[in-house]
T-cell receptor
Framework: GAGVSQTPSNKVTEKGKYVELRCDPI?????LYWYRQSLGQGPEFLIY????????DSGLPNDRFFAVRPEGSVSTLKIQRTERGDSAVYLC???????????FGPGTRLLVL | SQKIEQNSEALNIQEGKTATLTCNYT??????LQWYRQDPGRGPVFLLL???NEKEKRKERLKVTFDTTLKQSLFHITASQPADSATYLC?????????????WGLGTSLAVNP
């Protein structure tokens, strides 16, 4: 079946703007994760959903970042008042349940000018 | 808190040789440790998971070891091929008792030369 998909693949925006990044997990996967990866770094945990609820959002850097998963499937990561330091690749992963293997999408490359 | 150290320098080896990559952690021994492969412009792809009570795990040409005394995992690719060229990341649970949130190493870049 289809893997994890993320849209858009690339996003260029200006400082101060609002962006939304979308993640479509593998069908049937109840756990969904968001990570951020800067060049030359490993992924950095942001938030994890189990079903519709955010089970752990301790990795969100500040209150400009917010994520939702209203129906327990698709998730949207929202960033308000973007800053140049937000530029990175935002990765989404899903798994059948917590503790199972995580399958990653290709990521959204965000560039804030 | 837990920290992960991976070889920061790129590893260049000749096709057919065995590549060995290192992952060291600094604090408590995790319940498990995972290895992923990442190609440029792609998300990480899961390769192997080894649990704290396992010393070694194999999958085709891949072998992972886990030494809780040394606080180290080694990742081996035998009979390496140019197609094995990628960045290899290790990941483990952030805190003892929280097995859902992973922290990741910086990754080691492997180049297999034909």
């Amino acid at each position: 079946g289809a893997g994890v998909s993320q849209t858009p693949s690339n996003k260029v925006t200006e400082k101060g703007k609002y962006v939304e990044l979308r993640c479509d997990p593998i069908s049937g996967h109840t756990a969904l994760y968001w990570y951020r990866q800067s060049l030359g770094q490993g992924p950095e945990f942001l938030i994890y959903f189990q079903g519709t609820g955010a089970a752990d959002d301790s990795g969100l850097p500040n209150d400009r970042f917010f994520a939702v998963r209203p129906e327990g499937s698709v998730s949207t990561l929202k960033i308000q008042r973007t800053e140049r330091g937000d530029s990175a690749v935002y990765l989404c992963a899903s798994s059948l349940s917590v503790m199972e293997t995580q399958y990653f999408g290709p990521g959204t490359r965000l560039l804030v000018l | 808190s837990q920290k992960i150290e991976q070889n920061s320098e790129a590893l260049n080896i000749q096709e057919g040789k065995t590549a060995t990559l290192t992952c060291n952690y600094t604090n408590y021994s995790p319940a498990y440790l995972q290895w992923y492969r990442q190609d440029p412009g792609r998300g990480p792809v899961f390769l192997l998971l080894i649990r704290e009570n396992e010393k070694e795990k194999r999958k085709e040409r891949l072998k992972v070891t886990f030494d809780t005394t040394l606080k180290q995992s080694l990742f081996h690719i035998t009979a390496s091929q140019p197609a094995d060229s990628a960045t290899y990341l290790c990941a483990l649970p952030t805190d003892a008792g929280n097995n859902r949130k992973l922290i990741w190493g910086l990754g080691t870049s492997l180049a297999v030369n034909p």
